[in-house]
């Protein structure tokens, strides 16, 4: 359960006062998630989302997470929306914390995707990038190539301790991440966290996209890696080059990737393993053991991360080229 700050009634009636949502009915801590503090609201008038931000949030960056979700609900995209205070502000201040109102969004997760979903998710990913366009804020990946080194400067010292071997191995693949990262791909808003747990579903159709609050300015195909990770891989760690097909297909079914773009996706692939290997072992190695959260194993993502260095092609993910749906 990602609750890190404790609210009190009081204090977040006090909260509610600000906005025009009727009265607190009930609210509870939601038991999924790692980044921030959320709580499900029921008031007169409805249900809500309350988010508290926490540790990896730049205060600065919530203008961008916010006004990208508006951009995006503008455009067509299912997507939470941030609620107005009265005073037309779209943030407060609760429990000591940087603190927004979003519209709730029907649907469940799923634990067990399979190709069909991954169409789909491929499909909203690429509808996302499209619709990303002409969003006027901008926001750099802290969580690209840049930032790893930074990150994994924290936690070398400590990462055998998740396995014996592992310093030796990321030191060399951070190497040669950084000398070979392209940086002449499409860019534009990429989600860069769109795993199962942030893809709603009613039934087969996809109902909705959460969690922003990773959402930035990066290469385009790059977002295309991280679904692939997240979403095309079984439980006992075997790519599923089904479900890869179906991504692909239902991505290039909206927007073709480039020549460039596939042939990078191996390289692009392991970076992204790389980047949740990085903040889950961080978060392994520092997250204090009584916090309520369910720690993420950065061990997947290391063999996630092998995988791909045996990738030579996109082939190998099941891609294939296809013309946009009519
Ligand atoms: N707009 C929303 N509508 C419905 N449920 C939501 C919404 N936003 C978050 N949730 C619930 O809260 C959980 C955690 O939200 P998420 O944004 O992924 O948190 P975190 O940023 O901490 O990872 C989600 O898995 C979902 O159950
Ligand atoms: N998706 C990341 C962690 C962030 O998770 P979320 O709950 O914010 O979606 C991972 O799996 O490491």
């Known amino acids: 359960m990602a609750v890190y700050t ?8 006090t909260f509610l006062s600000a906005y025009d949502v009727g009265e607190l009915t009930s609210y509870k801590g ?12 029921h008031t007169t008038t409805g249900a809500f989302i309350l988010t508290l931000y926490e540790k990896r949030v730049d205060p600065g960056d ?11 609900a503008d455009r067509g995209l299912n997507c939470p929306l941030p609620l107005a205070r009265t005073d037309g502000a779209l943030l407060g201040t609760l429990s000591g ?24 998710v491929g499909r909203a990913l690429a509808e996302m990038h499209v619709a990303g366009e ?4 901008t926001r750099e990946n802290a969580l690209s190539v840049s930032g790893w080194r930074p990150l ?17 191995e990321i030191a060399a693949e951070l190497d040669h991440l950084e000398a070979n990262w392209p940086s002449d791909l499409p860019a534009g808003v990429i989600h860069a966290d769109l795993f199962p747990d942030n893809v709603f579903f009613l039934g087969e159709n996809l109902s909705g996209v959460i969690d922003f609050y990773f959402a930035c300015n990066d290469l385009l195909a790059y977002d295309v890696s991280i679904c692939l990770n997240a979403w095309c891989f079984e439980k006992d760690g075997a790519f599923n080059m089904t ?43 520092t997250t204090p053991a009584g916090a309520l959260v369910v720690k993420k194993d950065p061990l997947e993502y290391l063999r996630k991360l092998q995988f791909h260095r045996s990738v030579n092609t996109a082939l190998e993910y099941g891609l294939t080229i296809s013309e946009p749906d009519a």
Not at 101 to 108: K, R, V
Not at 152 to 168: N, S
Not at 266 to 281: Q, V
């Open 134 to 137: 002409g969003f006027a804020l």
């Open 243 to 285: 479900k890869g097909m179906a991504l692909l297909a239902g991505y290039q079914s909206v927007r073709p990737l480039t020549a460039g773009e596939i042939a990078a996706l191996p390289l692009l692939a392991r970076g992204s393993a790389l980047r949740f290997f990085l903040t889950r072992l961080y978060d392994w190695l």
């Open 30 to 41: 939601i038991a999924e998630g790692v980044e921030n503090s959320n709580f499900l609201l």
């Open 62 to 72: 919530l203008p961008f997470f916010l006004g990208l979700m508006q951009h995006l």
């Open 6 to 13: 404790d609210i009190s009634e009081d204090d977040l009636k």
């Open 97 to 120: 914390r940087p603190a927004a109102m979003i519209t709730f969004l029907e649907g469940m997760w799923l634990r067990k995707p399979e190709a069909a979903h991954c169409r789909e």
């Open 152 to 168: 994994w400067d924290k936690a070398k010292d400590r990462a055998d301790e998740v396995q014996p071997g592992v310093a030796a």
